[in-house]
């Protein structure tokens, strides 16, 4: 049996998550559509429509968005760790939490309108050139084509327009309420996970010259074992407790990650691991890679950066990824 990839689970935990996230939005925000006349915000039609027709047709949506472009995530995911060898996969890891959980708790309410017209737009263009080329299309067939997709996705277009400035209201408030009450929780969190992963990242680098030493030639990559996974589990478990129980040493444990984190930067450049001019997305890497040093060695003192911290690091990975997105190894495996 072939084993599942990280990537292809996170695609498919994604594909279950959002519209799970967007069903409980809508059953439990109390939509309030001021900005219509006061008969339509009476109207029994559209309130059937924002409570029960618009979650349905999102929630359609996002799964036929990852449907569409599970694979090309999946592999720009796996094309990411690959060329950036140079930068351990526990640092990429390390980002890509801080930017899933903004991406979840204030993107989503806020760019589903905009995917749900997309989405069916697409549905609807892709069902109608199915069995023929667009480009093979008269002119008078294309302009038919394209009026068909625009009123075919009328439904999601009205639904949209709806509660557009509501979503826009929920991504404040989720905003808001986020970072008032648990930015200070995701820090320290982002703190202990980044002293675990770079721990087990000086780890794997060991292993590696053992092996390497062991059968007298190179060794590309060593992956984690459970055991090591195990234990930067514990690690983070235990930092936490030491930071809310206000024990001072754990100041100490925060050193750890730029001293480790910077052993295995330069140990994987030295021992050239990808070559500088070769690595596609090198100069972003190394951007991504310090601004995980800045956010542990200072934004960590001053509390007014911890926002800006998390929101420059997250910024800088997204950058990163769609990077890889419009990789050229995608075009050569669609020819």
């Known amino acids: 049996m072939k084993k599942l990839k990280f990537s292809r689970l996170l695609v498919l935990f994604l594909a279950i998550a959002i519209p799970i996230f967007i069903t409980y939005n809508f059953w439990v925000y109390d939509f309030k559509l001021n900005w219509l006349p006061i008969s339509w915000q009476e109207?029994?039609?559209?309130?059937?429509?924002?409570q029960y027709v618009t979650p349905i047709l999102f929630c359609i949506a996002w799964i036929y968005f990852f449907?569409?472009?599970?694979?090309?995530?999946?592999?720009?995911?796996?094309?990411?760790?690959?060329?950036?060898?140079?930068?351990?996969?526990?640092?990429?890891?390390?980002?890509?939490?801080?930017?899933?959980?903004?991406?979840?708790?204030?993107l989503i309410p806020l760019i589903t309108p905009v995917v749900a017209i997309l989405a069916y737009s697409s549905m609807i263009f892709k069902g109608l050139t199915s069995r023929v080329s667009y480009d093979d299309l008269d002119e008078g067939t294309r302009t038919s084509v394209r009026i068909i997709t625009f009123w075919a996705a009328i439904p999601a277009i009205f639904c949209s327009?709806?509660?557009?400035?509501?979503?826009?209201?929920?991504?404040?408030?989720?905003?808001?309420?986020?970072?008032?009450?648990?930015?200070?929780?995701?820090?320290?969190?982002?703190?202990?996970?980044?002293?675990?992963?770079?721990?087990?990242?000086?780890?794997?680098?060991?292993?590696?010259?053992?092996?390497?030493?062991?059968?007298?030639?190179?060794?590309?990559?060593?992956?984690?074992?459970?055991?090591?996974?195990?234990?930067?589990?514990?690690?983070?478990?235990?930092?936490?407790?030491?930071?809310?129980?206000?024990?001072?040493?754990?100041?100490?444990?925060?050193?750890?990650?730029?001293i480790f984190s910077g052993f295995t930067f330069v140990i994987n450049i030295v021992k050239g691991r990808k070559s500088m001019e070769g690595d596609y997305g090198n100069p972003l890497g190394i951007a991504v890679w310090f601004a995980f040093m800045i956010t542990i060695l200072l934004f960590r003192r001053y509390e007014f950066l911890r926002i800006w911290s998390i929101i420059i690091s997250a910024i800088l990975f997204t950058i990163y990824f769609i990077a890889f997105l419009n990789h050229p190894t995608h075009e050569k495996k669609s020819n």
């Open 161 to 258: 327009i709806l509660i557009i400035p509501e979503s826009l209201q929920i991504s404040l408030e989720i905003w808001n309420d986020f970072w008032l009450n648990y930015v200070d929780d995701l820090f320290f969190f982002i703190k202990a996970l980044g002293v675990a992963l770079s721990i087990g990242a000086t780890v794997l680098i060991y292993k590696r010259g053992v092996q390497e030493t062991e059968h007298g030639k190179k060794v590309e990559k060593i992956k984690a074992t459970p055991g090591l996974i195990l234990s930067e589990f514990l690690i983070v478990l235990f930092i936490l407790f030491l930071n809310y129980q206000n024990i001072e040493f754990v100041e100490v444990l925060y050193y750890l990650s730029p």
């Open 43 to 50: 109207s029994k039609f559209i309130l059937a429509l924002v």
């Open 67 to 106: 449907w569409v472009l599970a694979t090309l995530i999946a592999d720009s995911i796996d094309l990411m760790n690959k060329e950036s060898s140079f930068i351990s996969v526990h640092y990429l890891f390390f980002f890509g939490v801080n930017t899933l959980v903004l991406f979840y708790i204030f």
